[in-house]
Nanobody, 125 residues
């Protein structure tokens, strides 16, 4: 059983930055595709970014491209999401997700096998 634990959320002003972490346990970390999704109350969870097992392939939603960066450190079983140039519309609960299927790289939420508990990001104007 894979467990994912997010951290790093918080409150910032528009233009600020945050770094989210996702610590994983339960399976060899490099075998996992890691994704980040976010949800605003009243809306569906939406894809943000994903990274392949050894970090050579990343994908981003258009809304965060050039502002957010996904990365991973397989020696620490941890993935990261660097959030820069934050906007009020980035306010959401951010979830770490994982599976062993490459389709997660393209944001296919129905393929997610494991979810973290979420971490709140609040951006004020």
């Amino acid at each position: 059983q894979v467990q994912l634990l997010e951290s790093g959320g918080g409150s910032v002003q528009a233009g600020g930055s945050l770094r989210l972490s996702c610590a994983a346990s339960g399976l060899p970390f490099s075998t996992l595709i890691i994704g980040w999704f976010r949800r605003v109350p009243g809306k569906e969870r939406e894809f943000v970014a994903a990274i392949a097992g050894f970090g050579y392939h990343t994908e981003y939603a258009d809304s965060v491209k050039d502002r957010f960066t996904i990365s991973r450190d397989n020696t620490k079983n941890t993935a990261f999401l660097q959030l820069n140039s934050l906007r009020p519309e980035d306010t959401a609960v951010y979830y770490c997700a994982a599976n062993r299927d490459g389709s997660l790289l393209y944001g296919k939420i129905q393929t997610v096998d494991y979810w973290g508990q979420g971490t709140q990001v609040t951006v004020s104007s």
